[in-house]
């Protein structure tokens, strides 16, 4: 045997004598080749195969036997592509081109690094087997200890008598412990045999065989579950599993259990197609025990939305529950509800580059026992034509469509609509104003069915024909400027006054022989000043010879952000007869030819304070009709933020009134007030809180607490809610409130996905609605 010094420059010839260069290459001069760190996270492999590459051996001796072995020591670096051992010994057997590393091992690949007592690697396989280790992922969580580690595959790892935990070193919250665990990075899944969890090193539940994401691909398997007990339901389990069925397609399936009513199988089924995505959320209780007369409960949602072949668009919205105390008994993620119903449409849309084209179908599920049934919308087929510049200075446009409307409330007409709606304008603009003038040509025909239906004197279809037809033009003309200055009152502030005003003339006509079939008052807050129409719909096309007007101002600070926002105006009738609501013809007293003055404003103040409010204010009853108000202070680490909505009972009736009972849903109209904070504690803890208060009622509607904390490797949840759940417009009705207290828990980096923000401020869980949400918006 022949022994070489580091120190000499012959090592080098001298080994190239005895060992071939595809199998080692001993460098005495690190600068020779820049090699990577040992901690560094490689994504991309060296070459397209590692193990054709020579490795490369730097160490303080050698002693090499022709053609048998080459022994290293001192300091001994091997690498090989992304790959490096260092090891106080390692010896080369060159028959079989296997590396066997000695004494304070550490290895390294770009994948997963190591500290061990002895290491193997086979240079032509790449095979790799680690004794005695301590091991840390370097592309994802996971880091542990073991016996015997091999690595089998170019990213897959065999672990035996050993263990993983996502905790950084030195935090040994928890861990899983197993006799073998194999570790695929290819496929993002750890898979463990005999698996134990531990927390401080204490068993806590123990399985025979489980599976766990270690990356952010989509495994099937269990989620974390939540616990909560509430005084309606008492206990509570969730217990959620997920199904990575396709690359498209998925599903999550929770096995909610509920100590007073049983267990709930709730499902959603995520897809995404060649016609868009979409979603099939259900709840399903069999023989609820609480409720033991309504039998089954369920709830299906559908939603689709999504473009195909760049021309159609598919969107679909259709939710159903088994009876109408369903959201009152259950707490229920199904539908969207609206004025106690549950949408159910569907709409398909063929677009071109001067028209479109669509048919939608729209139905109702009442949630309450009124007989005032909605509208269905079997179908609506409509076309809309576009023709901007038809000639110079002049667009043109065509709005149709065909509406059948069925209802199963008994006495009230059906119908079958046909509109027809050109219309021509003229805009001109530049950089400081618009001047917009229109002109359309509203045709209307109504074949309504009356058979069954009362039309007789006080009835509420007194008066309507079985054939209606219904021509009307409509005029319009608007013009607004922009004008700028700088303050004068406050430096370096730049102010602008955007004042517009508009006439509108559509001439009266009677319409008392037409149905009301979709058709609703439209609110008018200051930007609804200057639409064309009252009315959503076109049963009723409101008279109109008026003029609107108002205006805005806004200022800048020096960096052109907007600190402050202000909006007023008003509608000036030159007849007041057409100062009219949907149930105008009840009301009394005599009218002003003024609308409801409408303000709203917005203020940053130093980026802390906030402001929002708006208010609408009614000429005839020298009332507020409606307004809100919000406030917030934002401050290092979190916001508090106050809120005030009030909204008349007469408002709602003018808006509502036609399809709904007002007085069964509210008393008095709406007062309420609401408190909402959220605060960053540490960086580990973090709460919210929300209160909402009926001034109308003086009771209480929601109280919602949250309390967060997240480390490095696990977080946990609390939530505290006190739910106002019966209606109570009724003065004589007793409130009754739900509550409820929850835990949710996980592990951060297997199967949860959370970024460095997650826990902050604002941020929160699926299952609560303490989200942070501004409801004002200036134009920064």
């Known amino acids: 045997m022949q022994c070489f010094s580091r120190t000499l420059l012959a090592a080098s010839i001298t080994t190239a004598l005895y060992v071939s260069t595809t199998q080692a290459e001993t460098i005495t001069d690190s600068s020779v080749q820049e090699m990577p760190s040992i901690d560094q996270c490689l994504i991309e492999p060296a070459v397209e195969n590692e193990t054709q590459l020579p490795a490369h051996v730097e160490s303080d001796r050698l002693e090499a036997i022709n053609g048998d072995k080459a022994i290293y020591s001192g300091d001994v670096r091997v690498t090989q ?28 690949d770009g994948q997963i690094k190591s500290v061990s007592d002895r290491a193997t690697n086979n240079l032509t396989t790449d095979e790799m087997t680690l004794e005695n280790t301590d091991y840390e992922f370097l592309c994802e969580p996971g880091r542990g200890n073991a016996v015997y580690v091999s690595k089998t595959g170019k990213a897959v790892y065999e672990i035996e008598d050993g263990s993983i935990t996502s905790c950084p070193i030195g935090d040994n919250a928890w861990r899983l412990r197993a006799s073998s665990i194999s570790v695929d990075q290819n496929e993002e899944q750890a898979t463990f045999y005999n698996p134990r969890f531990e927390i401080q090193s204490v068993p806590v539940f123990y399985l025979p065989y489980l ?178 510049e038809a000639m110079k200075f002049l667009d043109f446009n065509l709005v149709s469509h065909i509406s059948m409307f069925d209802t199963d409330a008994s006495g009230k007409p059906s119908a079958t609509r046909v509109h027809v709606e050109p219309g021509i304008t003229i805009p001109v603009g530049n950089t400081w104003g618009t001047w917009t003038t229109e002109a359309r040509l509203l045709g209307t025909y109504y074949q309504q069915d009356l058979d069954g239906v009362d039309t007789g004197s006080g009835s509420d279809y007194e008066g309507l024909e079985e054939s ?15 004008l700028e200055r700088d303050t004068t009152l406050v430096s370096n502030y730049t102010q602008t006054l955007e004042p517009q005003v508009q006439y509108l003339y559509v001439p009266e006509q009677d319409q008392s022989d037409i149905g009301l079939y979709d058709t609703t008052l439209l609110q008018t807050d200051y930007y609804g000043l200057f639409r064309s129409r009252k009315y959503s719909g076109v049963d009723r096309i409101a008279a109109a010879n008026q003029i609107s007007y108002g205006a805005s101002s806004r200022f800048f600070d020096d960096e052109y952000k907007e600190r402050l926002n202000i909006s007023f105006g008003q509608i000036f009738y030159f007849d007041k007869d057409t100062k009219q609501t ?8 005599e009218k002003t030819n003024y609308s409801s003055w409408a303000i709203e404003m917005d203020f940053n103040y130093d980026d802390y304070l906030f402001y929002h409010g708006g208010v609408q204010y009614d000429i005839d009853s020298a009332s507020m009709q409606l307004a809100n108000s919000t406030l917030e202070y934002r401050f290092a680490g979190g916001y508090i933020q106050t809120n005030y909505r009030y909204v008349t009972e007469e408002y709602i009736e003018d808006n509502v009134g036609e399809s709904i009972d007002v007085g069964s849903i509210t008393r008095d109209g709406i007062s309420q007030a609401g408190l909402l904070g959220a605060y960053q504690i540490s960086r580990k803890w973090n709460a919210s809180a929300q209160y909402f208060y009926d001034l109308t009622t003086q009771e209480n509607l929601e109280w919602l607490a949250r309390l967060n904390y997240k480390s490095d490797c696990w977080y946990i949840g609390f939530t505290y809610s006190n739910q106002l759940t019966n209606n109570i417009s009724d003065p004589n009705t007793t409130p009754e409130y739900e509550n409820n207290f929850g835990v949710n828990f996980g592990i951060v980096g297997f199967g949860t996905n959370l970024g460095s923000d997650s826990g902050a401020v604002g941020d929160s869980s699926s299952d609560n609605s303490l989200s942070y949400g501004r409801p004002f918006f200036l134009n920064n």
């Open 582 to 589: 949907l149930s105008s013809s009840e009301d009394s007293g």
């Open 211 to 388: 599976t766990v994401p270690v990356g952010d691909t989509r495994k099937t398997g269990f989620l974390y579950p939540t616990v909560s007990y509430g005084s309606s339901d008492g206990f509570e389990a969730e217990i959620p599993v997920y199904w990575n069925l396709a690359p498209n397609y998925d599903l999550e399936t929770t096995f909610k259990y509920m100590q007073e009513r049983g267990t709930q199988l709730n499902s959603k089924f995520r897809y995404l197609s060649d016609f868009g995505s979409g979603s099939i959320e259900s709840e399903y209780l069999p023989d609820d025990q609480k409720y033991t007369d309504k039998g089954d409960r369920w709830g299906f949602q559908l939603e689709h939305s999504g473009i195909f072949q760049q021309s159609w668009l598919f969107e679909v919205d259709y939710s159903k529950v088994s009876d109408i105390d369903y959201f009152t008994d259950m707490s229920s993620g199904i539908g969207s509800r609206e004025d106690g119903q549950l949408l159910q449409e569907g709409q398909a849309t063929y677009r071109s580059q001067n028209w479109d084209a669509s048919v939608l179908v729209r139905d109702f599920q009442v949630l309450t026992t009124s007989s005032n049934l909605p509208y269905r919308l079997m179908p609506q087929l409509e076309y809309n034509y576009y023709a901007p």
């Open 468 to 482: 209606v037809s219904r021509v009307m033009p409509e005029f319009r003309s608007h013009a607004g400027i922009v």
């Open 81 to 108: 592509g992304n790959k490096t051992i260092l090891a106080d010994n390692v010896t080369l057997h060159q028959q079989e081109n296997i590396v066997v590393a000695e004494g304070n091992v550490n290895f390294s």
